[in-house]
């Protein structure tokens, strides 16, 4: 059963959308925090996104923003705005789609069941889910998770980038400058203490698993994963 995340403050559309998709077999989640939307999309781990754009406190454009640092699943924008310049900006802010108010339901499945398709099915570039492996640490890209023996730890963007440029680089150095153009689109405007802030986050999701010692920083080159686990059961 595929998980979709309602965003819209009006109940009555939410709660429209939610039977109708639930009717069609899908499990759906309607976020009511307003104030943390990535804190619920954490939580829920949702194949898709409905996200409105008049939102309390913060817009639909600004909660894309925020997940698109952590997830590529596709969002659908629903809006009753009906310019040009409305649709734009959803796609220029991360969004995959754009649905206008009134809506049929059956466009909305339509569009719903496309994405899907586009990202997990058919049409997807790959169906087989990758797996990077290393002595039993395993890194699921796609769902941004790291497992070892029966222990799980989910991952931000930029952590299960990095997790995957050291697995792949393995036994090289990961280089900094490589490191820094994977993560950023502009390094000029990344500060130095950046990416050791993540490499820090990255070492406490290691230790997280109990795996510790296990990012070796090479002085004036950049960083290597060093084997200190044994393996196990994944």
Known sequence: MEKVMIVEDDMKIAEYLCSYLEKYGYEVVIATDFENITTTFRDVQPKLLLLDINLPRYDGY?????????????????????????????????????????????????????????????YATNNEERVITQEGLSLYPERMELRFKNEVTQLTKKENDIIENLLERYPRVAGRQDLLAKL??????????????????????FHKLGIDNAVETVRGAGYRLKITWKAGET
């Open 62 to 122: 600004y909660w894309c923003r925020q997940i698109r640092k952590e997830s590529i699943c596709p969002v659908i924008f629903i809006s009753a705005r009906t310019g040009e310049m409305d649709q734009i900006m959803a796609l220029e802010n991360g969004g995959d789609d754009f649905i206008t108010k009134p809506f049929h339901p059956d466009i909305v499945m339509v569009k719903v069941r496309s994405q899907l398709r586009r990202a997990y099915g058919e």
């Open 184 to 205: 950023w689109d502009d390094q000029a405007f990344v500060d130095e203490n950046t990416l050791n802030v993540n490499m820090a986050r990255v070492r406490n999701k």
